[in-house]
C-alpha cells in the first residue's frame, strides 16, 4: 500500500459468499430457507448474514464502498502526542497489526494517515472515542472527536490527512471511530469538494423504551428517525436527496432491550453491523457479534438484545446502480477516469499542501475546533 492510499483495505470490499455462524452455515439466496428451523418472520425480515474479518475492512452494499471500525487501546502519551512505547516489531508507515492493542497505520511518530487523495466519493468518520486531526489541501483543519461527525466529498480531488494524537501521559489513551465511504454518482464525481462537521451535540440521539422499560438509544447521523432530523449533509451527497432513503444510526440496545427498526423502501439496501456486545436475535435467527445482517427493507424488524447490551450500526441507502472502477484512494466508473485522476493528482495536487508536513497535528491542547475553507472557525457548543 502506497503511502497515499488504503490498496489493501480496498482489496477487502465487497465480500461474499456463505457465512458461517456458530458452526452453522446460512445460505445467501433470497427467499431461501436459511436454516431448518427459520421461521416466518425469519424468512421476510433476513436477506444474508456475512461474517465480519476479524481486522480490516467490512463488507458493503451500494451506495457505499467502505466501512472500517478503528478501536485501539494506544499507551500513555509521549512528549510527541505519540504512543510512549516502543514502536520495535511494527512495520512502521504500514502498521496494521493491532500489537498490543493499537496500530500506528501509516503514522510514524503520532498513530493515523498522513496526507493522501481522495476523488469520486465521499467519507464520513463517525468518532465515538478519541480525537482525530485533519487538514487538507483546501486549507481546511479541525480537531474533533468524542461525538463528532466529519463529512468530506471529495468530489473532483482534495488532499488530506487523519491523525491521532494522544495526550494523556499517565492513562492509557482510546480511540474508536467508523469511517465510511459513500459513492458519488456518475453526474457529480467531479463536484467542487465540500468540508463540513456534525458537531456532537447537533447529532440526535434518541432513546426509546420497549414494553419492559429496556432502552435503546439511536444516534441518527443520517436519516430521518421520526421527527429527529441530523444536520444536513453536504449538498451533493447522495444523502442529501429524500428519495434515496439513506440513513447511518449507531443504535445501542441495554440488556434484553426490544427495538423495532421500521420499514423503508422496498428498493433500498439496508444492512445491520452487529459491533460489539452480546448479540442480537430477529424472529428465532441468533446472530452473533461481528457479524453482517442484510435485511428485506420494506418490513419491520424487531430486534432483541441476547442478553447484556449489544452496538448495531445501520447503513441504508437506495443503490446508484451505476459502474464501479476503484483504485488506490479514487472511485470513479470507467478506466480511463482512474487514469485521469493519477494524472490530475500528480499534476495539481489537488490544491497543494500547505501545512509543512504529511501528518501534522494541531498542538497540545485538548480542545476541538473547526478552521473552515472560507477562514471561518467553529468550536462544538
Known amino acids: 500500500m502506497k503511502k497515499f492510499s488504503r490498496k489493501d483495505a480496498l482489496k477487502l470490499m465487497g465480500l461474499a459468499g456463505i457465512a458461517s455462524i456458530g458452526g452453522t452455515l446460512i445460505n445467501k439466496v433470497y427467499g431461501r430457507d436459511m436454516k431448518k428451523n427459520t421461521t416466518e418472520d425469519d424468512r421476510y425480515s433476513i436477506k444474508n448474514i456475512t461474517k465480519l474479518p476479524d481486522t480490516g475492512t467490512w463488507p458493503t452494499k451500494d451506495p457505499f464502498l467502505f466501512c472500517v471500525h478503528h478501536h485501539d487501546v494506544y499507551p500513555a502519551a509521549n512528549q510527541n502526542l505519540g504512543p510512549n512505547a516502543s514502536l520495535f516489531g511494527r512495520d512502521i508507515g504500514q502498521d496494521f497489526s493491532n500489537k498490543d492493542g493499537w496500530s500506528m497505520y501509516h503514522g510514524s511518530i503520532i498513530p493515523g494517515f498522513p496526507r493522501h487523495p481522495h476523488r469520486g466519493f465521499e467519507t464520513v468518520t463517525i468518532v465515538e472515542k478519541g480525537l482525530i ?9 479541525a480537531r474533533y472527536g468524542n461525538g463528532d461527525v466529519q463529512w468530506l466529498t471529495a468530489g473532483n480531488g482534495i488532499q488530506h490527512a487523519e491523525m491521532f494524537p494522544l495526550f494523556d501521559t499517565v492513562n492509557t489513551n482510546s480511540i474508536d471511530f ?18 463540513s462537521m456534525f458537531w456532537a451535540d447537533q447529532v440526535p440521539v434518541i432513546n426509546i423504551q420497549d414494553s419492559n422499560g ?19 449533509p453536504p449538498p451533493d451527497s447522495w444523502a442529501s436527496d429524500s428519495n434515496n432513503n439513506f440513513a447511518m444510526w449507531i443504535i445501542k440496545l441495554q440488556s434484553n432491550a426490544e427495538w423495532i427498526l421500521p420499514a423503508t423502501s422496498s428498493t433500498a439496501n439496508r444492512s445491520l453491523y452487529v459491533v460489539n456486545g452480546t448479540g442480537i436475535k430477529i424472529g428465532t435467527q ?6 453482517q445482517v442484510e435485511l428485506i427493507p420494506d418490513c419491520d424488524v424487531t430486534v432483541t438484545d441476547t442478553d447484556g447490551g449489544t452496538k448495531l450500526l445501520l447503513l441504508q441507502g437506495e ?3 451505476e459502474p464501479i472502477v476503484k483504485h488506490g484512494p479514487f472511485v470513479m466508473n470507467t478506466q480511463s477516469e482512474i487514469r485521469q485522476a493519477y494524472y490530475d493528482y500528480q499534476n495539481t495536487q489537488f490544491g497543494g499542501w500547505i501545512w509543512g508536513k504529511d501528518d501534522p497535528v494541531h ?14 472557525e467553529e468550536q462544538p457548543g
Open 363 to 376: 498542538g497540545k491542547e485538548f480542545k476541538r475546533f473547526a478552521k473552515l475553507v472560507d477562514g471561518r
Open 286 to 291: 441468533l446472530i452473533n457479534v461481528r457479524n
Open 133 to 141: 486531526d485533519h487538514a487538507d489541501s483546501l486549507g481546511a483543519a
Open 214 to 232: 429496556r432502552m435503546t438509544e439511536i444516534t441518527v447521523i443520517a436519516g430521518q428517525h421520526g421527527s429527529n432530523k441530523p444536520p444536513s
Open 178 to 195: 467508523f469511517q465510511i465511504w459513500v459513492n458519488l454518482p456518475a453526474s457529480r464525481k467531479r463536484v467542487k469538494p465540500y468540508f
Open 319 to 321: 443503490p446508484i446502480a
